[in-house]
Every structure is written in C-alpha cells, then in structure tokens.
C-alpha cells in the first residue's frame, strides 16, 4: 500500500479576471501552499466549453506563491500554431506540468456559441510536446528552417475514463490511452466517477500495458469528485459530458443535501472513503474535485484519508454499483468484488444489422481493388493519376471525386481520406471534433457528447462494423493538412501526397 499518497485539488476558473470568484481561488493557493498538504493545483481551461480567464494566467500566480500548478490544455479552441505558441509561453514561464484534453465542446461564447477548432487531438498535442522537449528540428520548409529548437521540460499528462457503459466506449477509451502513453503521456488521471471496480479495472490495465510494453509505469491519479446536489443533478441528466453519476448514489446526495450542512460532511466522508480505497488498491494519488469546497474542507479530507487506510477494505461494498455497467473489461474478482485480471469476453459479431454489414464489406472490397498495392485497380488508377494531373482533366475528376463521396460519406474534401481506417465513416463530417486517433471523453451511452440520443459517436459506430479496428495498433495518425483541402485525396495518394 502507497503511503504517503499524493493529493491533487483541481481549480474552476471562472469568466472574469478580478473579484470574488478569482480572489477566493488565490486565497485558497495561498492556504494550500502554506499547508503543504497538497502535491498541486490544476487548473481548467474554459471548462465546460464555455469562456473563462486563462488558465496560465492563474499558473503564474500560484506557481509564485509556491505551489506546483498543472496547466489543463485543451485542443478546443487553438489551432497547431497557436497550441506551439502556447507552448512556448508556458516553457519561458517555467509553467511545465500539463495535463492535455481534448476538451469540450463550446458550448457559449461572445455573441453565440464559438467555433470549435480542433485542429489537433489530445494525442497530437502529447507528441507535439514530447517533441519540443527533445528539441525539435524544423523542417527546411519553415523560416529559419533545419534548426534544431531549444529543448523544453514539460511533463504531460493525460485523461482516461474508466466509465464507460458500454463496451465500444470502454474499449476505445483504453486503446486511445495506449496511444496517448506512446505519444509521451508521464502521468494519467482518471475522468471522474465512483465505481470502485471500474477504477480497479484502470489499475491493472495500466499495468498491464507497462509490463508488455516495458516501460516506466505512468503515474495513476484517481479522480474524486464531491458534487453538489444540483451538480449531481446535472450529472444524472446528462449534462456534463463525458460524467456519470449511479442513480442510487444521486439519491443518497438528494436525502443527504436536506441536513443542516447541506450533506457538506457527507460528501467529505464519502471522498475520504475512497480515496483511502484508491490508496489501497495501488493508486498514486488522488485529484479532488467539486464546487464550494474551502481549503479547510481539503485539509480535513486529506487527515481523515490517512486514518481510513488502513481498513479501506471495508468500504468497498459501499463503492459498487453492478447495475449500472452492462459491461466490464475484467471479469469480477469473486473474493473482493473488484477487477480480477481475466479479460471479459467481447462481442463475437458486429452488433450491427445485415445492410450496415454489406455496405462496409462492399467498401472494402472497393478500397483493397483501387488502394492496395495487390488490388486489381491499382496500377491502372495510379497510371491515370498521373496522366490528370496538372491536365485539364484535374478539376473534373476533382469535383467527381468529391460529389460521389459527398453522397457517400459525406465527404467534407479533407484530401488526405482516412474512410479505410475508421470502418468508411468520415471523421471530418461524423465526428464534431473531427478527431483521428480515438475518441473524445464527452460520449454518454453510446452517443456523441453534441448530439446526445441523436446521433451516435463516430467511433462507436466504427467499432460496431468491425470491433478489431480498435484494437489495430497503427501508428498516429497525423494532423490533418490544410494545404489538401479541396484537393483529390485520390490523386494525393497515388502520387504520395497524403498520410
Ligand atoms: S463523435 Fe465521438 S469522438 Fe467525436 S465528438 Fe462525438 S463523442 Fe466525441
């Protein structure tokens, strides 16, 4: 067992730069860094898609007061220049603990909801990181180029949810954590949640994936969220993305909230609770979270973890909700209730009905004739390719291309295609992020975070069609490249153009 355990609060930043609502943040540093109880802050960056100060702009104070801050930077609203920018300015100012999201959807904005850019994903952003701190070489192209910049020390890390309800989500959030380790993730911590099998699950999956790839373990930080009853509220409706809450523990909150605190003590007993069991089962530390939380409500926490762990096995009962989850990754430890290391059995078949399966075999059958080396239409395409471009004919074939995927797929004319990786669904017209390597945290029972009951995430549908093409470790995908952008992305691969 870990003693001592590390603890992390997370801090909300709100849409202003002065008053009570960033005066009482900085009161709350200032206690935390004289306690010393907590290992950091973290710090949100617009969170819930909505406009809020900066979170660098807190960084620098508190990191001056002598605490350790963890930046979130999200990929929602900056573009590639603006993220290597970011960067930098963080690097000079010595800020170099990042936690990197995704991020959510906008939600609002000045004058109605804002653009949401996305142009890199969460596994991007970790390499781009991992390559500044190697200093990076610029390629020749650029100004300046064939340099190599001064190197940086960030530490990165990453957000993985082990809450996911049914088994797509589940399956690619673990498969895009493996990417995100790749891609130089240091430290992971968990998307907030309660079940305690669950959490169990994460653990050995990380442990999983260290022993065979035999690197060094990442860091594993259990998140534990102390909700309000309205925040809970919101929870179980839905309207946080990418959280749940179990019914029968929103009930709990919703009895408890009647006390004459407000059900503040219970909600500070229940994290302790476990927090002591994350200590237990082999967790590094701990982040809290929550709204009107005081320092003091931290501190007590923190002093009423310690003296729980020693019997934190005696809450675990407390912490399982079997009903909620039609899906494990690990089959259940029958002496403890938690993960054991058996891997539960997939779904055989795609759960998909017979028109889904013929459309996908038949693009199959299209993509490995025209764009396997082997298929019988690769030569001849690749000779024609050759022969359109920079002809008269090159428009044409062009516009046929993008009107035949269009009608489609809904080709957005991306020219650099990824249809044969994601089981021929377009992630640029599909996916409201547009991601290229996994999935966002913000799905919810199968639906994408944008459009809940509407329209399913992307990646969910992929992996009905074919659930192996999560599991295919290819390497990341790249960025897309803006200077394809109504360009043939056939012709761009013929003449190796593209990805
Ligand atoms: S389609 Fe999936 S990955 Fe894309 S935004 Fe929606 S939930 Fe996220």
Redesign the pocket.
């Known amino acids: 067992m870990k003693i001592p355990f590390k603890f992390t609060f997370e801090l909300v930043p709100g849409r202003t730069s002065r008053g009570k609502p960033v005066d009482s943040i900085l009161t709350f540093a200032k206690k935390a860094a004289s306690d010393r109880k907590l290992a950091a802050l973290s710090i949100t960056d617009n969170a819930g898609g909505n406009p809020a100060l900066a979170p660098q702009a807190l960084g620098y104070e508190i990191k001056s007061l002598g605490i350790k801050p963890v930046i979130h930077f999200s990929c929602k609203d900056k573009n590639r220049n603006l993220i290597e920018s970011e960067l930098f300015e963080l690097a000079r100012a010595g800020l170099d603990n990042l936690l990197v999201v995704t991020g959510d ?1 906008p939600r609002s904005g000045y004058h109605g909801t804002a653009k949401p850019v996305f142009d890199l994903d969460s596994v991007h952003v970790l390499s781009i990181i991992s390559d500044m701190n190697n200093g990076f070489l610029l390629d020749h192209n650029a100004p300046g180029g064939e340099i190599k910049l001064a190197s940086s020390k960030f530490q990165a890390g990453c957000v993985v949810s082990p809450f996911k309800r049914t088994e797509p989500e589940q399956v690619w959030q673990y498969e895009k954590l493996k990417s995100k380790l790749r891609a130089g993730a240091g430290f992971i911590i968990s998307q907030m949640g309660f079940d305690i099998r669950r959490f169990h699950e994460l653990r050995l999956l990380v442990d999983l994936i260290t022993r065979q790839s035999n690197t060094k373990p990442p860091e594993l930080i259990g998140t534990v969220f102390l909700p309000t009853r309205k925040l809970a509220r919101l929870i179980l409706e839905g309207d946080v993305p990418g959280c749940t809450i179990p019914q029968r523990l929103y009930e709990k909150i919703d009895t408890e909230a009647s006390s004459d605190d407000k059900g503040l003590m219970a909600r500070l007993e229940r994290g302790a609770r476990l927090a002591a069991i994350l200590a237990g089962i082999g967790y590094d530390g701990v982040h809290l979270s929550g709204p009107r939380l005081e320092y003091e409500h931290v501190a007590w926490l923190i002093k009423r973890t310690c003296e729980l762990v020693p019997v934190w096995k005696s809450f675990i009962q407390e912490f399982l909700w079997t009903e909620e989850w039609p899906f494990y990754y690990f089959q259940e430890d029958q002496e403890t209730g938690l993960a054991s290391c058996n891997i539960s059995e997939r779904i055989k078949h795609p759960a998909t009905g017979m028109p889904e399966r013929v459309w996908f075999s038949l693009n199959q059958l299209i993509h490995d004739m025209c764009f396997e080396k082997t298929g019988a239409l690769y030569e001849p395409m690749q000779k024609l390719s050759e022969k359109v471009i920079h002809s008269h004919s090159e428009h044409f074939y062009t516009q046929a291309e993008h009107v035949i995927k269009k009608i489609m797929y809904g080709c957005m004319a991306c020219g650099d295609c990824t249809l044969s990786l994601m089981a021929y669904i377009c992630p640029q017209s ?4 547009g ?1 290229l390597n996994g ?2 945290g ?2 919810c029972n199968g639906w ?3 459009w809940p009951t509407q329209k399913k ?4 549908r992929a992996y009905e069609r074919d659930p192996a093409i999560a599991t295919k470790t290819h390497e990341m995908l790249p960025p897309r490249d803006w200077a394809l952008y109504l360009t043939s992305s056939w012709l761009n691969f013929y003449l190796g153009k593209s990805h």
Request: hydrophobic letters at 30%; proline letters at 6%; aromatic letters at 12%.
């Open positions: 959807y599909q996916c409201a992020k991601l999935p966002c913000g799905s994408c975070e944008v995430c992307l990646y969910v």
